[in-house]
């Protein structure tokens, strides 16, 4: 069974430009997260969907970030436009519904904000 | 406060040693708990779950204080494998939502 994937590994920006991540989760499941680490800080929950819909999105930090799942498949985190601050690597888990206990995470994109 | 609060290390340990790391969380109503191994570089990996009663999986004992809000995880025999850094995570509902971390705790085990 394939994970969940990351598209990119990395990315380089520079402030003021869009960036858009992607997280394809395992086959089937419902549950999709979007976590980030900031350097030196601990992992921190951005948002969470079931399906299609936003379950919680209490973690957004501001409206410069924006997260579909369109068809409740793969999801995108959008970050526009783009601040020093955004640097950190963006993560990415699913889960199944009826099995909601462990959260399998993604690679993880690298984003840096120059 | 933070959610959940962790020795940053790191542990530098012999093969063979025992080490132990310890953790605390803020919320009293938090209701599953987990230790998520991290290697460099790396995403995430669950570890194991942490359950009232004490539980072990091989060379790894994790064990939850409800009362002192206090979860531990105990390496015996420790492996040159065993080198991560090691994810204390809580969540506040039983089954579904959102995690907290706490920075890791880094372990090296040298030969």
């Known amino acids: 069974e394939a994970g969940v994937t990351q598209f990119p590994s990395h990315s380089v920006i520079e402030k003021g430009q869009t960036v858009t991540l992607r997280c394809d989760p395992i086959?089937?499941?419902?549950?999709l997260y979007w976590y980030r680490r900031v350097m030196g800080k601990e992992i921190k929950f951005l948002l969470h969907f079931v399906k299609e819909s936003k379950q919680d999105e209490s973690g957004m930090p501001n409206n410069r970030f924006l997260a579909e799942r369109t068809g409740g498949t793969y999801s995108t985190l959008k970050v526009q436009p783009a601040e020093l601050e955004d640097s950190g690597v963006y993560f990415c888990?699913?889960?199944?519904?009826?099995?909601?206990?462990?959260?399998?995470f993604g690679p993880g994109t690298r984003l840096l904000v120059l | 406060r933070k959610e959940v609060e962790q020795d940053p290390g790191p542990f530098n340990v012999p093969e063979g040693a025992t080490v132990a790391f310890n953790c605390t969380y803020s919320?009293?109503?938090?209701?599953?708990f987990f230790w998520y191994r991290q290697d460099c570089r790396k995403e995430p990996k669950l570890l194991m779950s942490?359950?009232?009663s004490g539980n072990e999986d091989g060379r790894f004992t994790a064990q939850l204080n409800r009362a002192s809000q206090y979860i531990s995880l105990l390496i015996r025999d420790s492996k040159l494998s065993d080198s991560a850094t090691y994810l204390c995570?809580?969540?506040?509902?039983?089954?579904?939502?959102?995690?907290?971390f706490g920075r890791g705790t880094q372990l090296t085990v040298w030969p």
């Open positions: 919320n009293s109503a938090s209701q599953s």
């Open positions: 086959s089937g499941h419902d549950n």
């Open positions: 888990a699913s889960s199944r519904l009826d099995q909601g206990e462990t959260q399998y």
């Open positions: 995570v809580v969540r506040r509902g039983s089954t579904l939502g959102r995690l907290y």
């Open positions: 942490v359950y009232s």
